[in-house]
């Protein structure tokens, strides 16, 4: 392939160790990244009801993540700060300010006072640190892709920048092992009460290890000359979205790879996780060895991809990911709910249980008015069971006077009001299954169930880096590939744990939060089949 600035064959001068320090350096900000994203996300349940007032265990999960999904409502903003000062600054010096407000944030969650404590002023101060967080993320991926795409060889653009990728999968390895070791190590009333705090504070060891390494890094080559030749843009956020033809371009990178990206990483990895622990209610141990299995098993696809697609291109390899995703999904969570929990599945299919109440609400931020209707709490307890249900709602019955009580028909028995004993004796009776049985697990098979979802995040995230750069010119690069690429993992991947939550409670059906990634990736598809176009051939020039 021949290039159009020397600016990209450069990078083709540097010695095989320089190109390693390279894509070392810019992906340790991604293992940061996501290790932040999964030990949050797996403690969630540990410290909803320290954080946020008590008196609903479902509300206060919903909650922790509606305050996580706030970081990643605001990720965009940071692509448009950071992604601002990268194109004006440099690459280099952005995501060294970006790192430090990550990896500060993280760590201050680790020492944050409970609620018990300080009352509203602990969900206060840690929708503030996730706000921060989402801030300096939005800033960190841009630069790091930025900065490695402008540093390889156009002929393995996608390889290099692959390598980006499979740290994603790194920062989830490395957080099972942190937690999966703070809970082996602790008796579990000790980890509920502090020792989930131990893997937040243990990220200030990334922090100084990724501030050093980054400090010893040069400035992009492509940044370099195109200061040098005046080529930069003096107003990077006007030329990236005030002028049609790149806004163009951004809004079909969103709607056309990145959104279906999103929610294909998440639903491969942490709602996979979420699935088997919280729904499944299979044993953690066992859970983390199934999902670490298959990352063993699928994080060298990461690169295999980024090498194919230098290959025979990004696009076609990102929307076959997509596609496989929507079609997928569905039949196999209920394969791992066979094969996780057999008598889970068994005991839904003989039980039918509905309830009937007008009063039922949705509470994603609770405080200490919140009142909790008796379907509200009903719906709490069957949700935290796993148990699919049917709500009617205004439905009154004869025999409770006003209609105010909520009436549970679980077969048979019918329960009259928010009565936690009655139900719980009405399951009981059924032979409700409270844990999956260790026996019944069959571990082979799930490792095969979540290395396949692997195999589908791979596809969509190993490729997607180099095309996102090779879309834009190099003077509004950093603003306007960051931007799309948050929005699509911010908003709609990162929204996917509370939607998700969201849609089980509201419909009573374990598989309905799969509606959400399904969709997505579906019109994903559509739309970059339809209209992107394929980046591979493209040069990156200082223009």
Avoid at 19 to 40: H, K, M, P
Avoid at 104 to 128: C, E, F, H, K, W
Avoid at 202 to 218: M, P
Wanted: hydrophobic share 50%; glycine share 10%.
């Amino acid at each position: 392939m021949t290039t159009t600035s020397t600016a990209t064959t450069s990078a083709g001068g540097l010695s095989g160790a320089e190109i390693r320090r390279v894509i070392f350096a810019s992906s340790l900000g991604t293992v940061f990244e996501w290790y932040d994203f999964y030990i949050y996300a797996t403690l969630a349940p540990f410290f909803a009801t320290l954080f946020f007032p008590p008196g609903n265990a479902t509300a206060a999960l919903l909650a922790s993540f509606a305050t996580y999904a706030a970081g990643f409502l605001v990720r965009p903003f940071g692509a448009l700060v950071f992604g601002r000062i990268g194109d004006l600054v440099g690459r280099k010096y952005t995501f060294l300010v970006t790192i430090m407000v990550m990896g500060l944030s993280t760590a201050a969650v680790g020492m944050l006072p409970t609620y018990a404590r300080v009352g509203m002023l602990s969900p206060t101060i840690l929708v503030l640190l996730r706000l921060a967080q989402g801030l300096a993320l939005g800033g960190e991926y841009g630069g790091a892709a930025t900065y490695v795409a402008e540093h390889a060889p156009d002929s393995k653009r996608g390889l290099h920048t692959s390598w980006i990728q499979t740290t994603a999968t790194l920062g989830f390895f490395v957080s099972l092992v942190v937690i999966g070791g703070c809970r082996a190590e602790m008796a579990e009333a000790s980890f509920k009460s502090w020792g989930w705090r131990i893997p937040f504070l243990l990220s200030i060891v990334l922090l100084v290890v990724s501030v050093y390494i980054r400090l010893k890094l040069n400035e992009s080559p492509v940044f370099l000359q195109m200061k040098a030749e005046g080529k930069g843009s003096k107003a990077p956020l006007r030329d990236s979205f005030a002028n049609w033809a790149n806004l163009k371009i951004v809004l079909l990178a969103l709607f056309g790879a990145a959104a279906g990206q999103g929610v294909v990483w998440y639903t491969g990895q942490f709602y996979a996780l979420f699935f088997l622990t919280g729904t499944l209610k299979v044993q953690w141990k066992t859970a983390y060895l199934i999902v670490a299995a298959a990352l063993a098993l699928g994080t060298g696809l990461f690169v295999f991809f980024g090498w194919l697609s230098d290959k025979i291109g990004r696009k076609k390899i990102m929307l076959a990911g997509c596609l496989l995703g929507a079609i997928t999904y569905f039949p196999i969570y209920r394969a791992m709910t066979h094969f996780a929990n057999p008598a889970l599945e068994r005991f839904a299919a003989s039980t039918k249980i509905s309830l009937a109440a007008s009063n039922c609400q949705m509470h994603l931020f609770p405080n200490p008015k919140t009142v909790y209707s008796e379907c509200d709490k009903v719906q709490d307890f069957l949700s935290k069971r796993s148990l699919s249900f049917e709500t009617v709602e205004g439905q009154r019955d004869a025999g409770a006077g006003a209609g105010a009580k909520a009436l549970t028909h679980i077969n048979d028995a019918v329960i009259v009001g928010w009565d936690e004993v009655k139900l719980t004796a009405a399951l009981k009776k059924l032979g409700y299954p409270a844990t999956a049985n260790p026996d019944d697990v069959n571990v082979p098979m799930l490792i095969l169930l979540v290395f396949i979802q692997l195999i589908y995040v791979t596809m969509v995230y190993g490729p997607i880096a180099a095309f996102l750069v090779e879309l834009f010119p190099a003077r509004i690069r950093y603003t306007s590939m960051s931007l799309p690429y948050h929005i699509g993992n911010g908003w709609f991947g990162g929204m996917l744990p509370l939607t998700a939550a969201a849609l089980v409670a509201a419909n009573g059906n374990i598989f309905a939060g799969l509606y959400y990634p399904v969709i997505i990736a579906a019109v994903t598809f559509v739309i970059g089949l339809v209209f992107i176009r394929e980046s591979r051939d493209h040069r990156i020039s200082t223009l």
